[in-house]
């Protein structure tokens, strides 16, 4: 059954090719890059592009393109490409989106975004290599999906120790992106700056509000009508990189700290899947500390 | 026209009584309550109570009633309540429903609440007495509703002496609720004790977020997906005060702070639309700076 | 682990009742049902009511109350209110909040409901006592939760008969909730009788629009611009039952009936699990074809 | 103050063009056009496709681009354009965004729509040029604006006659937009065809759920707990047109039918605000009694 949908939504993917461009906003671009795919025989199939305000004047562009026979003629492509991004001084990556990424996921002992993520494994772009846990709780969960699973008890002490064993597992699968799904612990600035832009956390507040732990308690203290989840990409200032996607839910005066805890719990998962799923499509660029989100 | 919907409205609410009460939770509360009102010749017809968690064990009823001839026969009924209030140890409000609340609006240069406010005012159940504002802008506007408009400009070295003014304008209207409609001035906690839980505020974004000036530029700069606004009680802490409601809307990437502010301007005049006819409707009751909202 | 949460969810619910009454409206009844409760020795923890428009004049209570030793002491209790009961003429139902209700689920082939009960059955006040499915494919998830599932497909000729079977099996294991959890039988009406107002249905679309089959393509091709999802009692006319609950998601015009298919079965989950919670915790009234909810 | 604000717009759209294409897709497309608009000098600010599914292959793309002098060369463009729509077999309209639309808004009785509109007509980029009616309620409203406001009650046999009337005066003034807010006349074929997707309506649910009269009254019967609002592009078949927009805001048992009709009036006006402001913005491309809208 798996191997089905799989060989679906490659087959759908087949030959499509995704290209992200960001640089300083001048005339001319858009006509050199699709000038560019239509000289190599590639059809252009979607085009979105942003430029911020005129002060800033930074320009992006997501295009996906369709072009046969593409897996052997990416790399050519990517380094005719290179003439171009000199020129106009671009940052640029470029995919193959029948190549799924390979993702690893951080979970500790709240379970519903691990779980979401397994469940949704059908429908979202990626091959999860391996979840890392530092409780035991979910080990069975996860190999019952047949995919291995790492115990790996943290304390101050042993921090660093476990930081270069996880770095050194990642490295070995070749990861390409890191889900922390309710991880509460804190990464160091080294593990994050192996990853830029590659590790996404699930908030479980509607941030900026409520920032650190126990932001349901918070939320109920101040008696906020309105609760909600964050998904954000992991910087060295805790809970406060680039903001991927947000969703909120009504509560009540009737809802309790615990309530507004069960009633986030699917606000983060639907917000975390969503975020993940909008990088596997390689929907999303970074610019000071923000997202631009291609839908 | 505005006084056949008065009139409807009046008929509406024609001899409708509401009792707010708040006391430590104990048996026999409700019994007793209802038993006092069938007594009296009243029928039950809204009834809404909530307790908060077990440890606080704090109970809040807020019950409409209906009784013929009430207007007549209500200082009597509070008078007769104050038994059981002694007995329970209970806060309690009586309210006759056919009287509407007298309003002051206070504004600065944005009109946007001032005037979904006045729009509402024929099915909102209120008697807007007069405007107070730090602006000449709305003078036209609020005139040609045939309401008083008062300007008070306000400075550093005057605000003292001005809000002592303010505060005779309110006892001699008998003002019952003072709503800022986007009111850019800090009232002094002189001014705030005259009112407690009588001073209802807009602020424009989802608090605890983006507390003071400018939160939409510092939506903007945060990179949110999703903004709102909030309407609260005034207390003496700047935008802590108990919240009443919070909307939000999604926005995206390409909304620049200009275009948040606009999006955001819609969500503040429903939102504080919907706070005052709560509040207009008797249906909010504060406790441990929050509100318990019956609706 | 399971044990303990269900311990806590029976401490937590431990000598609660719940008193559901219908009756035509008239003074007194408030007073005397809590009159009733308190000489029982009983304290009143909720207590809702609604009472239709005056034309009708219906009035629904829901009252959660607190009674030491209530599970020998219900029977009579339930045997003493009906005095009450026949004076003002009352529909009544009364439970102990610690039994949890019996619980049957129907599935077809798409199990993203199913799972979503299974996966919450820690939170969710039920006892799933078997699954039904006219298809094999839900055995192995079923059975990983130690839950009973029965396979019967279901042909033309062969449905009386199945249904005679299945009603068999849900009076054995004295099923209180039979849940349609995407279930793509059309039920007979004597099935549905002997469940009046206990058989939850999901239905993939924001009713009364789209109902019948393919609601998602059906969407698609009139271009919708929110989608959504409805849970709703099962009555005799295909997808008009009394609404228990809806909700929505945003869609684009870039969302193909696939897409919209895969976002709606996010919704879909999320409404059903909002009904079944609401009628496990006795919530819920039906009238007119209209359910009262009591949140 | 207005013009002040008017000139601001003019300025932020000064020497923006805005070209709307659609064709059956290809490759070459976006490379070919983007040529075109290069070599001609232009920039392009933002560009738009969506391509419908493989089956249907049609493409759609909006392209804004910002071109020195664009006012006094914009007939040329349209013309040497001409050529590339040929040899794509395109559909393509260019738009100068410094020109406002000529907006003729009719009105019945309820004037909330109409009230937005107007009030809205600050950040709106559009020109009011008058206000045609059925009744006589609005006037004073709509000539306090200074804009001129026709009378013209409708009876069956009085239709066709009053319809050429009003054809005249659209013509006349040269009218770009038809706006109805809240006009509860049915407009016939004639008319229609005059104006092709250039009538909007605002309809009170959720399309395609309660088409045609008393949609919050069928809402209420059928005890839906969500309404909506509908803006669509006016079609001959009634409330069958391509759909613009659309939102919601839930309801609850207690809300009567009065309540929907309140609550669905704040939903409407924002509805057709937000249709309208994209129709003006050229973001609305129509296909299949579907449309784009490029945001």
């Not at 430029?51 to 003629?73: A, C, S, Y």
């Not at 709240?110 to 999860?128: A, F, G, I, K, P």
């Not at 509000?209 to 992991?234: L, M």
């Amino acid at each position: 059954m798996k191997d089905v949908i799989n060989n679906a939504t490659q087959s759908k993917n087949k030959n499509l090719g995704r290209l992200l461009i960001s640089c300083v906003d001048r005339p001319g671009i858009v006509s050199c890059v699709s000038n560019f795919l239509f000289e190599k025989g590639a059809n252009i199939v979607t085009s979105d592009q942003h430029t911020t305000d005129p002060q800033e004047g930074q320009f992006f562009m997501r295009i996906v393109f369709h072009l046969p026979d593409l897996k052997n003629k990416l790399d050519d492509l990517n380094q005719d490409f290179l003439h171009i991004a000199r020129d106009y001084d671009m940052q640029f990556e470029m995919y193959l989106a029948e190549v799924k990424k390979k993702v690893a996921i951080f979970v500790s002992k709240e379970d519903h975004c691990l779980r979401e993520l397994l469940w949704q494994s059908n429908t979202l772009d990626m091959d999860v290599k391996l979840v890392i846990s530092n409780h035991n709780d979910s080990k069975e969960l996860v190999e019952s999906y047949n995919i291995p699973f790492y115990y790996f008890p943290v304390t101050k002490d042993t921090k660093d120790e476990i930081e270069s064993k996880q770095l050194g597992i990642l490295k070995e699968n070749d990861i390409d992106l890191i889900i922390l799904a309710r991880y509460m612990q804190i990464l160091t600035p080294n593990f994050i700056s192996h990853h830029p832009d590659r590790i996404i956390n699930i908030h479980h507040s509607f941030l900026p509000a409520f920032i650190g732990a126990n932001p349901y308690q918070s939320a109920y203290e101040r008696g906020v009508k309105i609760i909600g989840a964050t998904a954000h990409y992991v910087t060295n200032d805790l809970d406060e990189g680039p903001i991927i996607e947000q969703d909120v839910e009504r509560v009540y005066h009737s809802d309790h700290a615990k309530e507004l805890k069960r009633i986030g719990s699917h606000i983060e998962r639907i917000v975390l899947a969503r975020a993940v799923s909008w990088h596997l499509d390689d929907k999303i660029l970074t610019f000071n500390n923000k997202t631009i989100v291609f839908r």
